[in-house]
T-cell receptor
Framework: DAMVIQNPRYQVTQFGKPVTLSCSQT?????MYWYQQKSSQAPKLLFH???????NEADTPDNFQSRRPNTSFCFLDIRSPGLGDAAMYLC?????????????FGPGTRLTVL | RKEVEQDPGPFNVPEGATVAFNCTYS??????FFWYRQDCRKEPKLLMSVYSSGNEDGRFTAQLNRASQYISLLIRDSKLSDSATYLCVVNDGTYKYIFGTGTRLKVLA
C-alpha cells in the first residue's frame, strides 16, 4: 500500500546528543512536511519541502535541520536535543500545495530526551 | 484569537448517541477544510475533507458555513471505536495547514 513511513518509531537520546529521524513516502507527493506535536497540543509545523525547495518556519529553532535527498525521503536532524524537544515528530506529505490538497501523515517518531 | 478554535471537550456520550463538534476559523480567505481523527499517541488520520455543499460519509457528516466561518462534524450512532480526538484543519490556499487543538470524544458503553 502507498504510505508514509517513519523510522524509528521511538527514539531515546541524551541531552545534547544529535539525532536523525527519517521519513519515506511511496505516494510520489511533491510536498513533505515535518511537524512537532507535544501532548494535548496541535501539531506545529517546523518546515516543509516543495520538491527540493526548503521552507523554514520563522519560529523553528536553528537546532532543527532537514534534508530531502530525493522525492521519497526526508530527514529531520536535531543537532543538540534539549529536554524541551521531547515530543512526537510527524512527517506528512501532500500532492501539491494549496486548495484541495489533503495531507497524509506517517505514524510519527516519539522522541525522549534524557 | 486563535486562527482555528475548537472546544477541547471531552464530550462523553453513550453508544448510539449523535454528537456534533464545531470549529471556527478566523481567516476569511481560508479555502480548504478537513477533519482528522487522532487516537492517543498516534498520527492524525484524514477523516474527511469538507466541501461547500457539505458532505457525508456513512455515519459522518461535515458542513461548512463560510458566512459564519465555521465547520461542523456530526457523528451519528456513535461507536466505542469513535473515541478519539477530532482535529479541525484549515488551509488558506498555500502550504500552511492550521490545526485546531482538537476535541476529545469518549463514547461510553
Amino acid at each position: 500500500d502507498a504510505m508514509v513511513i517513519q523510522n524509528p518509531r521511538y527514539q531515546v537520546t541524551q541531552f545534547g546528543k544529535p539525532v536523525t529521524l527519517s521519513c519515506s513516502q511511496t505516494l510520489n507527493h511533491n510536498v513533505m512536511y515535518w511537524y512537532q506535536q507535544k501532548s494535548s497540543q496541535a501539531p506545529k509545523l517546523l518546515f516543509h519541502y516543495y520538491d527540493k525547495d526548503f521552507n523554514n518556519e520563522a519560529d523553528t529553532p536553528d537546532n532543527f535541520q532537514s534534508r530531502r535527498p530525493n522525492t521519497s525521503f526526508c530527514f529531520l536532524d536535531i543537532r543538540s536535543p534539549g529536554l524541551g524537544d521531547a515530543a512526537m515528530y510527524l512527517c506528512a506529505t501532500s500532492r501539491d500545495r494549496g486548495v484541495g490538497n489533503e495531507q497524509f501523515f506517517g505514524p510519527g517518531t516519539r522522541l525522549t530526551v534524557l | 484569537r486563535k486562527e482555528v478554535e475548537q472546544d477541547p471537550g471531552p464530550f462523553n456520550v453513550p453508544e448510539g448517541a449523535t454528537v456534533a463538534f464545531n470549529c471556527t476559523y478566523s481567516n476569511s480567505a481560508s479555502q480548504s477544510f478537513f477533519w482528522y481523527r487522532q487516537d492517543c499517541r498516534k498520527e492524525p488520520k484524514l477523516l474527511m475533507s469538507v466541501y461547500s455543499s457539505g458532505n457525508e460519509d456513512g455515519r459522518f457528516t461535515a458542513q461548512l458555513n463560510r458566512a459564519s466561518q465555521y465547520i461542523s462534524l456530526l457523528i451519528r450512532d456513535s461507536k466505542l471505536s469513535d473515541s478519539a480526538t477530532y482535529l479541525c484543519v484549515v488551509n488558506d490556499g498555500t502550504y500552511k495547514y492550521i490545526f485546531g487543538t482538537g476535541t476529545r470524544l469518549k463514547v461510553l458503553a
